[in-house]
């Protein structure tokens, strides 16, 4: 037996049932990524002089670039899955993957440079936020490495039995995906630029 609206949409909302999970679930991300945000602008108002790390800005330039274009391979996998291109979505799914990867070794640098120098969280406020808001944001970039390493690989079964299935699956993964990409929109130019 088959759970009803896993491919069909449900006639309440038009969604399917995992994309209105999704849905669900990053409204509590929202709420989670606005709390420490707010607290970061409260804390840096209240403060009467801001002490900045080192932070390398063209480091940080780069990595946007890199999760920018990780969004664009994760559309391009989805597609060429609503164009029956298998193979093509197995190549854009890792890039997706590889870029990444990409990510967190350029953010391992700048960690090491923070740590090599002294800079840690109790440093000051400004690093226990910097590191705080970042390492979170880290962690979400590998929960969704490990759910598009799963379709790219185990997951990816499910193409031949169920693909209009594996489809909306790998456009929840996407959902998610772009809300860890948009996170880092905000937080680049509010802890490297301002």
């Known amino acids: 037996m088959e759970i009803p609206y896993t ?77 029956k291109d298998f193979k093509k979505y197995r190549i854009y799914m890792g890039a997706t993957f590889l870029l990444g990867v990409v990510f967190l070794v350029i953010k391992a640098f700048e960690y090491g440079h923070h740590f090599g120098i002294g800079e840690l969280p109790n440093k000051s406020t400004f690093l226990g936020i910097y590191f705080t808001m970042t390492g979170l944001h880290g962690l979400h970039v590998v929960g969704g490495m490990i759910v598009n390493a799963y379709f790219w690989g185990p997951g990816s079964k499910m193409w031949k039995t169920q693909p209009e299935r594996f489809t909306n699956r790998v456009e929840v993964a996407g959902l998610y995906w772009h809300f860890v990409d948009l996170v880092w929109i905000f937080l680049f130019p509010v802890l490297y630029l301002l």
Request: proline residues 5%; charged residues 10%; hydrophobic residues 55%.
């Open 7 to 83: 491919v069909t949409a449900r006639p309440e909302t038009g969604l399917f049932n995992a994309k209105a999970g999704i849905w669900l679930f990053l409204a509590s991300e929202v709420m989670l990524f606005g709390a420490l945000f707010t607290t970061y602008i409260l804390l840096r108002i209240g403060a009467p002089e801001w002490p900045h790390g080192e932070l390398d800005i063209p480091l940080a330039t780069l990595n946007t670039a890199v999760l920018i274009t990780s969004s664009i391979t994760m559309v391009m996998s989805w597609a060429s899955l609503m164009m």
